[in-house]
């Protein structure tokens, strides 16, 4: 017996009489929710008609004002910036960051962010930001492409930086699911615009996985190449329908799809129809795109995986190429997301970056959380997401933001009556972000050699498949297509289907409103230990278990199929993979891009003896942080920090961007020659020893903010309490000697060190 046979032995309740009366309370209780089921499945089918009525659907729980129509853009797109009215008793300081919710255009309406007050924009309004959300309407604007769509999203960023030109800081990007990766790809085309980047849900690498999991992955190989999403347009007159998308997401859980989200409102519909009901507003309300829109995303990054390779170019010929991010982007993923594994949503690291000292001298900071069992909607749906994970980077928005370059990952730790200095973290838990390396994303496991091949294989079979699709069977649908037709067929799916046919326009369901109304007045509920719903219960696991083991099934056959078709070497060599190659799929080096690295290295070490007291505190406190066993940033640490950001030249505010900009700079100091860097401390001191002493004591303060210092990290914070102690005179002398020391004798101190 496999663990997921359920065998169910009855403890039965004794007597005949009681077995009766139990079958009696059970069959009146299960008349009564079949009567109440299938009157909350008439209000879905009346709820996603209402919403087809509308001309802009959201599911939206928050009132808003329209900001810019995108519609009414030179190049017009159905996307809209909306600003979100705080609701009552929440105060919004418009001089904060403020954030922009982008929802995914992936099938289904806007709204997902903020359908309910614990969610994305909840957590950012109650965190008193200003909060914007971008939205779209159910039909696309004519012509309009993923290029427009990046065009429009640039000028919405830079509405709301232009509305708050005294904000702290750059508009932050939250991205759930498909903007995700339209972000990054409105980031990389316009690096200076925006501010910190949360993905949320993002595939980004979408060849990426593990054998025996991620079946999605396979899809591309499964059906050819992307013909059929050709074939869709062209059926829809030049409209793709979003419901294909919706419905490739539910058969990968049969269980859920058939039975078990319909069986739980069933089962529990007393308390379980309300929730059931707004969800399916958003989910079952899909949205339509422009064909040549669905033919670029599944060509590019479906089957293509076009935008982790750097391959994808727009119209004026310049290259998409995630590099370009300045902007810290912080990437929140799951271990529960059979959609967008870790996998898929952090791939795109290893194919940018070769080493580490790469991505560190990039200058591009890339923060991953990854929780345990949250599925993929529960990433930007969940209450207990919103109220813990969002919350936490909204409010440490600010060291992420300052973070210098490398790969972290976020650590939420509760608080407890041990943590120290807790008043110095806002909210139930203390954030870390800790020091990680390029293998350990290469410890999560992934595509090896022979499956890049096979992928790439599937790549160019569907180039070869949409070819002969457009020169032989495309003309003659177009001729033939119109949009009433299209119309008609989209009606038919049968993803819209159900919904009319459990709805008030079906006559079989009249009076099941006024049925369903007199059985809640005369509700009779069997007791929860009933021995006939426990029997309805393991006969529910029995269904669930066969379906799962349907599709456990289904899954292994596929992987077989594609790992067996797409791996031949006859079908590798016939759409050109040569069997030699090593790698097929390859960024390439960028001269450049190493040109202006190069140059940047030769400023560096220039400006190692250039600054002040905030640099000098800076670079100290970096330097005793690159400790291995303190390879942390840590919102206490922070929060002690802030106080450096009120001394400047002039005796004003430094702001969060030129403070940003001073950190990173002497993170690359460091990372570039850490020996140089530390011996051109003193030159960077004032010669008043009091002052001196002071810049220490701030040091000492961040330092320990999250914990008394030990090993290597209290030995360096030792050795920068002897520089700053040293006489001013003295203070010249070394700076001096630092500065005649030949660079091999500098990487020879930073080995002692």
Sequence with gaps: ?????????????????????????????????????????????????????????????????????????????????????????????????????????????????????????????????????????????????????????????????????????KPALIGNCQAGWQIMMTAALNPDLPGPLVLAGAPLSYWNGVHGKNPLRYLGGLLGGTWLTALSGDLGNGVFDGAHLVSNFESMNPANTWWKKEYKVYAQVDSEAQRFLEFEKWWGNPVLLNAPEMQY?????????????????????????????????????????????????????????????????SGQTIIYAMHETIGHLGIFVSATVANKEHEEFTSAMDLIDVLPPGLYEAVFLEKTPDTLNAALATGNYVMRFERRFLDDLRALGGNDAEDERRFAAVARVSDVNVGLYRTFVSPLLRGVMNDQSADMLRQLHPYRLRYRVYSSKNPLLHGIDKLADRVRAERRPAAPDNIFLAMQEAFSRQIVAALDQYRDMRDAAVERYFMNLYGSPVLQALVGLRADSQRVRQLGRDIARETVAASARAKLVEQAAVGGTVEAIVRALLYVFRAPELRAADERAYATLRELRAHSRAGQLMTLTHFKELVQQQAQILSWDEAAG??????????????????????????????????????????????????????????????????????????QL
Aim: charged share 25%; proline share 7%; hydrophobic share 45%.
């Design 1 to 169: 017996m496999n663990d997921r046979t359920y065998v169910f032995q009855p403890a039965w309740p004794g007597t005949p009489f009681d077995i009766a009366k139990q079958a009696g309370e059970y069959w009146i209780d299960a008349w009564q929710r079949s009567v109440l089921f299938m009157d909350v499945l008439r209000q879905r089918g009346d709820d996603h008609a209402e919403s087809v009525a509308q001309a802009a659907p959201h599911v939206l729980n928050f009132e808003f004002d329209v900001v810019l129509d995108g519609r009414d853009l030179e190049r017009p797109v159905n996307y809209g910036l909306l600003k979100i009215r705080p609701p009552d008793g929440v105060e919004v300081d418009a001089s904060r960051r403020p954030f922009i919710v982008f929802d995914p255009r992936a099938g289904h309406g806007p709204g997902i962010g903020g359908m309910k007050h614990d969610s994305e924009i909840g957590v950012v309004l109650r965190a008193g930001h200003p909060c914007y959300f971008v939205g779209f309407l159910p039909q696309p604007v004519h012509g309009q492409t993923i290029e427009d769509v990046c065009r429009a999203e640039a000028r919405f960023i830079a509405k709301v930086a232009e509305l708050h030109p005294d904000a702290d800081g």
């Design 297 to 361: 995303i599944a060509d590019n990054l479906f089957v293509g995986n076009r935008l982790s390779s750097g391959s994808i170019h727009d119209s004026t010929g310049r290259r998409i190429d995630l590099r370009n991010v300045k902007s810290p982007i912080v990437v929140f993923c799951s271990w529960g997301d059979d959609i967008t594994p870790p996998h898929q949503a952090l791939g795109w690291v290893l194919d940018m970056y070769q080493d580490d000292e790469a991505l560190a001298m």
């Design 678 to 751: 530390f011996a051109a401390l003193p030159a960077l001191l004032p010669p008043e020893q009091d002052e001196r002493a002071r810049a220490l004591d701030v040091v000492r303060q961040v330092a320990s903010a999250a914990g008394a210092l030990s090993g290597e990290a209290a030995e360096r914070m030792e050795r920068v309490a002897r520089v700053f102690g040293t006489p001013a005179g003295a203070a010249l002398n070394v700076a001096a000697a630092a500065a005649a020391t030949p660079p091999a004798a500098r990487l020879a101190h930073k080995e």
